[in-house]
């Protein structure tokens, strides 16, 4: 497997939408069965008032989501900031799952319960009543009914399945289903595999290194589906859409490589400013071909400014990175 590494500046002046690239055949070592249960999990909002409190809590629209679909969504802090991304996706109007980070969960469901109010919603830590898997390559192939556009769901034998962005061409689902559910079948892959895959899709879910590090326009959320400009108030609406509206985007996220590890929240700089970073990294995980790959959320002027050594790695002078195409076109500042 041979990974392209290229220099090429990626504009942030590209139609919205699904990059229309066909997912290419998996090969096998990437065609399987990931148990996600040690790296996510699951917080339930139950009651008749479930859906209107989340769509007053997240830059998703809840209230227009069908129940064969699912969104990504952020939850932000007053300043428009993330403290944490989920997918979400009703098991009924007065049922909503939310997904996210395990390490983030705690806290969010503390969080998030301090504005429930009257409201008549229960939040709970779910994570012990379902079983978590991703599912890649050939193991979606029972799942042929419909369509396996990002963000659609269809269900199997009680089990929620959502498809999700391709990593490196490959298609990818999460498959949630309540705890007992007759586990999917196919080839066991190691967690290692997942996590270079979700990097290669494009989208970095909040984890605790990244806590309150990014507006959702730092991460392309905007691009990607996770932002609605079209509801109604949430905890750091204003500052989410004066930074659209006013074509204010000065950070965006871009695939990198780099031939050193490194780790989440790690600095990046310019080679053009020694003294300030231009960015973190927002996920890493190793390239079975070798190296690593990461988003990295910079600001636009200097991923237009790059080249060989340009951009580097936790210092001034530090290992390499080269940027690679995003797998998905970026939304035009309106």
């Given amino acids: ?35 996600l249960g040690a790296l996510l999990g699951v ?22 989501m069908g129940l064969r679909e699912a969104r990504l969504a952020a939850f932000c802090n007053a300043r428009g900031r993330m403290q944490a991304s989920f997918v979400v996706f009703k098991r009924s109007e007065e049922d909503v ?17 301090m504005f429930v109010l009257r409201a008549k919603a229960k939040l709970s830590d779910a994570s012990a009543d379902f079983v978590l898997s991703g599912l890649a390559g050939d193991a979606l192939s029972f799942l042929v009914k419909g369509t396996s556009q990002p963000w659609s769901r269809q269900d199997h034998e009680g089990a929620n399945i959502v498809f999700l962005y391709p990593g490196a061409g ?10 007992g559910t007759v586990e999917p079948e196919g080839k066991i892959l190691p967690e290692s595999v997942w996590a270079w895959l979700e990097v290669k899709s494009g989208i970095a879910m909040i984890t605790q290194p990244i806590f309150e590090a990014f507006v959702p326009q730092m991460l392309n959320y905007e691009s990607t589906g996770g932002v609605s400009f079209k509801k109604g108030c949430y905890p750091g609406q204003e500052i989410v859409a004066r930074s659209q509206f006013r074509g204010t985007l000065k950070r965006r996220a871009y695939l990198a490589h780099s031939t050193v590890a490194g780790a989440v929240a790690d600095e990046v700089f310019h080679a053009s400013d020694a003294d300030q970073p231009c960015g973190l990294v927002a996920a890493i995980a190793a390239n079975p071909a070798g190296g690593f790959d990461l988003i990295i959320s910079i600001q636009v002027s200097a991923a237009a400014d790059s ?9 001034p002078g530090g290992p390499p990175l080269l940027l690679e195409p995003l797998p998905y076109p970026l939304l035009e500042d309106i």
């Fill in 97 to 113: 799952l939310m997904v996210c980070s395990k390490d983030i969960l705690a806290q969010t469901l503390k969080r998030l319960s």
């Fill in 43 to 64: 917080i339930r909002v139950t009651g008749e008032d479930a859906v209107k409190f989340l769509q007053g809590q997240l830059t998703q629209d809840v209230a227009l």
């Fill in 1 to 35: 497997m041979i990974i392209q590494c290229m220099n090429t500046p990626i504009s942030a002046s590209q139609p919205a939408g699904v990059s229309t690239q066909s997912t290419l055949p998996s090969p096998p070592e990437l065609s399987g069965v990931v148990p």
């Fill in 170 to 179: 490959v298609a990818r689902a999460l498959w949630c289903a309540p705890s």
């Fill in 307 to 315: 080249a060989d050594g340009t951009l580097t790695l936790g210092k």
